[in-house]
């Protein structure tokens, strides 16, 4: 089993930052790529950035050129840096991790999920 813990969420005003991050503890040695995603109100989860265990990554097109993926093996830990927010990237954003290799697209290519933290991006 992976449990992972997401944290950095809160409010934000329009054109601020925030950097999310999630711990990876279990047997991670089975984890081998990693994805941030997003669910506001009324709208299906999205996939908002993934990494792979070697460290190539995909972006969502709605945030290419402000978000960026990372991921630090040797703390467990992958971050999702946000800059430029915009009231529309508010959501509850979910770290999810996967054992098959390739970038998965959809949730169900995940296997473990974290229990998500808020982002609200208002003035």
């Known amino acids: 089993q992976v449990q992972l813990v997401e944290s950095g969420g809160g409010l934000v005003q329009p054109g601020g930052s925030l950097r999310l991050s999630c711990a990876a503890s279990g047997i991670i040695f089975s984890i081998n790529n990693m994805g941030w995603y997003r669910q506001a109100p009324g709208k299906e989860r999205e996939l908002v950035a993934g990494?792979?265990?070697?460290?190539?990554?995909d972006y969502a097109d709605s945030v290419k050129g402000r978000f960026t993926i990372s991921r630090d093996n040797a703390k467990d830990t992958v971050y999702l840096q946000m800059n430029s927010l915009k009231p529309e990237d508010t959501a509850v954003y979910y770290c999810a991790a996967r054992t098959d290799y390739g970038l998965g697209k959809e949730p169900y290519e995940y296997n473990y999920w974290g229990q998500g933290t808020q982002v609200t991006v208002s003035s």
């Open positions: 990494i792979t265990s070697g460290g190539s990554t």
